[in-house]
């Protein structure tokens, strides 16, 4: 174990601005808090264009382990889980190496979505967490592998997190996974790949299956950017995310053919939830036939999207459908309350496996390897929101004209709030602060 205090360690990461680099972006050193007995690595990285979490572990495997054991003193867990997929085989030996006893590996099996946090705990443990309830309930704390990196550059070197590590890959010239300053472009990101190869291409943040339209290629990148995806505008995956929700709601109305198979692929489901997506499409085609906890199981979907993009024949899209029940369910302040039901004995071959998923997505031609490449990016201004976590955003601490080195704490949460700093990525001048964002140009 670290001789490092749990109090030091949860300090040093709230201090670096330490968050979930796996897209959800919750304040790393409130997990950090919970008590639990197993401390779990996701490193399934089961999108399957991304390639990051699987070239770091080998390349930083030492890190990983030491950011690992201050993760259990932190939250008193007696044991360490990495679960990653047998295909991550430089992974597996170079950790294999340096594995103290209360740590192992698990070898997930090559589904998706064997990285949503509940299922990932369920195969790597058996433990099942009720529908709306925390990890922390079943005694675990998930935390992916760039997240862990962190914690351990912040504890050591107690180095603010100012860099992302992200995929770009589908439809550019050199795909490839690269580490940048945060506040980077996704433009200056796209040059890094050479640029597309498409005359007309859309752009997905993140995977193909979770990712989110990207309209402006000025997006900066965050603490949370999965990734850079380009593929043809054409492609269904560009198109399915460009209907608006009118349209996907009249089709949800007009062609279901209440096959409940999307229910029967919806990982929540299979495994105990009351998730049922069959129902509630038929909830917003018949207000009549669903149950108030009917509806609320809507703010129990991960938006893992196996339900539009594996399951549904006809082309809905149960998951937009759930999201748009949850804003509304969400305003109302209202919440579900379900007990955990018996798992689907058929449940592990439910899950969706990736190579079929690569065909079922019309991926197989943008499939690339995208290998890590060290890279100079020295963006001339970098632009960092203030909020790129959840909680309350960052209130600036600099002006307009101050000059600031990489590392500087740029903004902060004041201590009580949830939340964390922000801090500069590259030396240079402050060039604007607004309620939004704070600009950096080098200099
Ligand atoms: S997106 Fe669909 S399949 Fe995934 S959890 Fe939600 S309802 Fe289930
Ligand atoms: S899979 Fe599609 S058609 Fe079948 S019940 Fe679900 S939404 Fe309806």
Redesign the pocket.
């Known amino acids: 174990m670290s001789q490092v205090s749990a109090d030091t360690i949860r300090d040093r990461v709230r201090a670096a601005g330490v968050v979930g680099a796996g897209g959800a972006g919750f304040p790393t050193y409130v997990k950090l808090a919970a008590k639990v007995d197993i401390f779990l690595i996701n490193a399934a990285e089961c999108e399957p264009m991304l390639k990051v979490d699987q070239q770091l572990m080998p390349q930083q495997a030492p890190r990983l382990i030491r950011g690992i054991l201050y993760g259990m003193t932190a939250t008193g867990a007696t044991q360490g889980i990495i679960a990653l997929k047998e295909k991550y085989q430089p992974a597996i030996e170079a950790l294999t190496l340096l594995l103290p006893p209360q740590i192992r590996l698990h070898i997930l099996p090559d589904v998706y979505p064997a990285g949503d946090e509940v299922i990932t705990i369920w195969l790597a443990t058996g433990r099942r967490v009720p529908p709306a309830a925390l990890p922390t309930s079943v005694g675990v704390v998930v935390n992916n592998v760039q997240t862990v990196l962190n914690i351990a550059r912040a504890v050591e070197q107690q180095y603010p997190v100012t860099r992302r590590t992200l995929t770009v890959n589908g439809a550019v010239r050199h795909p490839l996974t690269v580490t940048v300053p945060l506040g980077i472009s996704l433009r200056e990101v796209l040059a890094l790949a050479g640029g597309a190869t498409v005359d007309d291409p859309g752009f997905i943040n993140g995977g193909p299956m979770m990712g989110g339209l990207i309209t402006s290629l000025d997006t900066p990148v965050t603490k949370t950017t999965g990734g850079l995806l380009v593929l043809p505008k054409a492609h269904p995956l560009i198109q399915r995310r460009m209907q608006d929700d009118r349209t996907v709601l009249t089709i ?1 109305r007009t ?9 029967d692929l919806c990982p929540r489901h299979i495994i105990g939830h009351e998730l049922s ?2 129902l509630l ?1 038929r909830a917003v085609n018949y207000q009549n036939v669903a149950t108030p906890s009917t509806l609320l199981s809507a703010l129990t979907c991960s938006e893992c999207n196996v ?1 539009e993009s594996v ?4 082309g ?1 899209s ?1 998951m937009r459908v759930n999201r748009l029940l949850k804003a509304e369910l969400r305003a109302s302040g209202a919440r579900y309350e379900g007990p955990l039901r018996e798992a689907d004995e058929m449940a592990r071959y439910r899950l969706t496996p990736v190579k079929r998923l690569i065909s079922k997505l019309g991926l197989r031609d943008w499939y690339q390897p995208a290998p890590m490449e060290e890279m100079s990016t020295e963006p001339s201004q970098v632009v960092l929101p203030l909020r790129q976590h959840i909680g309350a955003p960052a209130t600036p601490c600099v002006r307009q004209g101050e000059r600031v080195s990489r590392g500087q704490c740029i903004a902060d949460v004041p201590l009580g709030a949830l939340g964390v700093s922000l801090h500069a990525s590259i030396d240079g001048v402050i060039a604007s602060v607004t309620d939004q964002a704070i600009t950096v140009v080098r200099g």
């Open positions: 949800a062609v279901c053919e209440h096959c409940r198979l999307c229910t997506p069959h499409v339900c399951a549904c024949p006809v809905i149960p």
